[in-house]
């Protein structure tokens, strides 16, 4: 209609910058058009939905199979199912309206063109209010009436196509809510089991039996690399300052895991640290919007006179946005694989860990991460090579930092929705005598990709279907936590042993001496046990106390 009002008679030059103005609105039209069937897109799913269609020759059982084999809700499946195939219903009813409706149309214009009376009455026989004598109007019986009555009945398949498109919108709904908590396919070589005491151990690397005096709690204290007391009082629970040789043990493991990776053909990039909320919805579970991320509300534009308010998110993981990177893209075969070192700093609300962890830095709300991040073919088992590639990269780096460590399978309770499989890198903690996670690895196939509508090859072929990207992540270095494992397996009784390879970050320096007491905790002994003096029984207190008042 834009260029439909311009004169189209003007001179050669005249419509030829005519045509630019045009060419150049209709791009603008166009990306806005790109945008608004990329947020509303029925393709934005996990899994396909093909899949929980029986009649299309799939199996849904299978999908209940799988969610029953995560401990999750079976009932999801049923309802994803239910709520499509009335969808579905809906979908061919309106179609059905739509094209009753374009026939009043036809049939109004070739009265109109024959210049028929439009009739004195658009009352309609009482038959008509019944809705299997409307839907078997035909051009035949149409003819019978006039163009007033046409109208009528043209109003009222409106009305019809109002309610089927509220009730469609409405199982649209429920139908991917439910999608969206259904789980990714598990790989055939995840243990089920719901309990974590039977994660399978596939390798153990080092000496994983030593027990050292000291916890990073106290080490951490003792080289005066953190202050605790000062980091709570400014930003809170779990609040830190960390300085002096702790910034140095940070950075220098930053630069060596970029290092590393950049040496096996990884991209450096660096992320947002926040994301828009219809973005981070692509990337997230809805769980983690209540027990991870903190939701960031400001203006949405430097405009003085703007006063509509954005909600964005703090990002969890360098994953998330690095995800989106390439969001509603094609990837041609040539582009592939995309193989990413994310670095960024991380926050998380920690909502559900209260006790765990309270003192010290290796649970808390702000820390920096590398990560790795691939997309790949779905085809020739591609990602699962990929996935070998990136526990290994992380292998590499423990070893050159003499971490002991063992690889776990995760088992399948355990998984979040996205992963088909999880390989976590649980590392050995003499002071505290545990294992603990320092990496965790995941292959999420084309679950991610759908949602984000990361295609792969260069367009979609004539009656072929539209194929998806594989996405892996996997932890490098989670700066904290390594540090305070360096810190525990490198202690001496004078002082801590800076890796090797950390060196050369760190102005060569070899050796941190401690120049603090231990603390408390460092009273423990290794068993646990407490070697302070127990408190004297209250009777006893009480039998020197003067009681004259």
């Given at each position: 209609?834009?260029?439909?009002?311009n004169?189209r008679?003007g001179c050669?030059t005249?419509?030829?910058?005519?045509?630019c103005?045009?060419?150049?609105?209709?791009?603008q039209?166009n990306n806005?058009l790109?945008?608004?069937?990329?947020?509303?897109?029925?393709?934005?799913?996990?899994?396909?939905l093909?899949l929980?269609?029986?009649?299309k020759?799939?199996?849904?059982?299978?999908?209940?199979?799988?969610?029953s084999?995560?401990?999750?809700?079976v009932?999801?499946?049923?309802?994803?199912?239910?709520?499509?195939?009335?969808?579905?219903?809906?979908?061919?009813?309106a179609?059905n309206w739509n094209?009753?409706?374009?026939?009043?149309?036809?049939t109004i214009?070739?009265?109109?063109?024959n210049?028929?009376?439009e009739?004195?009455?658009d009352?309609?026989?009482?038959?008509?209010?019944?809705i299997?004598?409307?839907q078997?109007l035909?051009?035949?019986?149409?003819?019978?009436f006039?163009v007033?009555?046409?109208?009528?009945?043209?109003?009222?398949?409106?009305?019809?196509?109002?309610?089927?498109e509220?009730?469609?919108?409405g199982c649209?709904?429920v139908?991917?809510?439910?999608?969206f908590?259904v789980g990714?396919w598990?790989?055939?070589?995840?243990v089920?089991?719901n309990?974590e005491?039977?994660?399978e151990?596939?390798?153990?690397?080092?000496?994983?039996?030593?027990?050292?005096k000291f916890?990073?709690?106290?080490l951490?204290?003792m080289?005066d690399?953190?202050?605790y007391?000062?980091?709570?009082n400014?930003?809170?629970?779990?609040g830190?300052?960390?300085k002096?040789?702790g910034?140095l043990?940070?950075q220098?493991l930053i630069?060596?895991?970029l290092q590393?990776?950049v040496?096996?053909g990884y991209?450096?990039?660096y992320t947002?640290f926040?994301m828009?909320?219809?973005?981070?919805?692509?990337?997230?579970?809805?769980?983690q919007?209540?027990?991870?991320l903190y939701?960031?509300?400001?203006?949405?534009?430097?405009?003085?006179?703007?006063?509509?308010?954005?909600?964005?998110?703090l990002?969890a993981?360098?994953?998330?946005p690095?995800?989106?990177?390439?969001r509603?893209e094609?990837?041609?075969?040539?582009?592939?694989?995309?193989?990413?070192?994310?670095?960024?700093?991380?926050?998380?609300?920690?909502?559900g860990?209260?006790?765990r962890?309270?003192?010290g830095?290796?649970r808390?709300?702000?820390?920096?991460?590398?990560?790795?991040?691939?997309i790949?073919?779905p085809h020739?088992?591609e990602?699962?090579k990929?996935?070998?590639?990136m526990?290994?990269?992380a292998?590499k780096?423990?070893q050159?930092l003499?971490?002991?460590?063992?690889?776990?399978?995760?088992v399948?309770?355990?998984?979040?929705?996205?992963?088909?499989?999880?390989?976590d890198?649980e590392a050995?903690f003499?002071g505290?005598g545990?294992?603990?996670?320092?990496?965790?690895?995941?292959?999420?196939?084309d679950?991610?990709a759908r949602?984000?509508?990361?295609r792969?090859g260069?367009?979609?072929?004539?009656?072929?279907k539209t194929?998806?990207?594989?996405?892996?992540n996997?932890?490098?270095?989670a700066s904290t936590?390594?540090?305070c494992?360096?810190?525990?397996?490198?202690?001496t009784e004078?002082?801590?042993?800076?890796?090797?390879?950390?060196?050369?970050?760190m102005?060569?320096?070899e050796f941190?001496k401690?120049?603090?007491?231990?603390?408390?905790e460092g009273?423990?002994d290794v068993k646990g046990?407490s070697?302070k003096?127990?408190p004297?029984?209250?009777?006893?207190?009480l039998?020197?106390l003067?009681?004259?008042?």
């Amino acid at each position: 209609a834009e260029f439909a009002n311009n004169d189209r008679h003007g001179c050669c030059t005249d419509g030829f910058m005519l045509q630019c103005h045009q060419l150049k609105r209709l791009h603008q039209l166009n990306n806005s058009l790109k945008r608004l069937r990329f947020s509303t897109s029925s393709l934005k799913m996990v899994l396909d939905l093909e899949l929980f269609r029986s009649d299309k020759g799939c199996c849904p059982e299978k999908i209940r199979e799988n969610q029953s084999k995560r401990f999750k809700d079976v009932t999801l499946v049923d309802k994803v199912v239910e709520a499509d195939e009335k969808w579905r219903k809906l979908r061919f009813q309106a179609d059905n309206w739509n094209k009753l409706k374009n026939l009043c149309s036809k049939t109004i214009g070739l009265k109109m063109k024959n210049k028929e009376p439009e009739g004195e009455s658009d009352l309609l026989p009482d038959s008509l209010s019944n809705i299997e004598e409307l839907q078997a109007l035909n051009p035949d019986t149409l003819e019978k009436f006039t163009v007033l009555q046409i109208k009528r009945i043209r109003g009222l398949i409106d009305d019809y196509i109002n309610k089927c498109e509220s009730e469609r919108v409405g199982c649209e709904k429920v139908r991917h809510e439910c999608l969206f908590e259904v789980g990714n396919w598990l790989h055939d070589s995840v243990v089920v089991s719901n309990d974590e005491e039977e994660n399978e151990i596939v390798r153990v690397v080092g000496d994983c039996t030593t027990k050292k005096k000291f916890s990073h709690v106290d080490l951490l204290a003792m080289i005066d690399g953190v202050d605790y007391e000062r980091g709570a009082n400014v930003a809170g629970n779990r609040g830190y300052f960390l300085k002096g040789p702790g910034v140095l043990l940070q950075q220098a493991l930053i630069n060596l895991a970029l290092q590393t990776l950049v040496g096996s053909g990884y991209t450096p990039i660096y992320t947002p640290f926040f994301m828009r909320k219809e973005v981070m919805q692509e990337v997230a579970q809805l769980s983690q919007f209540d027990e991870e991320l903190y939701k960031v509300v400001g203006k949405g534009s430097e405009r003085d006179d703007d006063t509509a308010v954005e909600e964005k998110y703090l990002i969890a993981t360098s994953e998330q946005p690095i995800a989106a990177f390439h969001r509603g893209e094609w990837m041609s075969t040539s582009d592939l694989p995309k193989k990413y070192a994310g670095i960024s700093s991380c926050f998380r609300q920690e909502v559900g860990s209260h006790g765990r962890d309270t003192r010290g830095i290796f649970r808390v709300h702000q820390f920096e991460k590398v990560e790795q991040f691939v997309i790949c073919s779905p085809h020739d088992n591609e990602s699962w090579k990929h996935l070998d590639e990136m526990v290994n990269n992380a292998e590499k780096f423990y070893q050159a930092l003499n971490i002991p460590y063992r690889i776990v399978g995760i088992v399948s309770g355990a998984l979040n929705n996205a992963a088909a499989k999880k390989l976590d890198l649980e590392a050995w903690f003499p002071g505290s005598g545990a294992f603990r996670e320092l990496c965790s690895c995941s292959n999420c196939t084309d679950y991610q990709a759908r949602r984000l509508l990361v295609r792969y090859g260069q367009t979609k072929k004539m009656n072929d279907k539209t194929e998806l990207c594989h996405m892996l992540n996997a932890t490098m270095c989670a700066s904290t936590r390594v540090i305070c494992c360096i810190l525990e397996n490198n202690q001496t009784e004078e002082g801590i042993i800076v890796p090797e390879l950390l060196r050369p970050f760190m102005g060569n320096v070899e050796f941190i001496k401690y120049v603090k007491t231990a603390p408390i905790e460092g009273n423990k002994d290794v068993k646990g046990k407490s070697n302070k003096k127990k408190p004297e029984k209250i009777e006893e207190n009480l039998k020197n106390l003067d009681v004259k008042e």
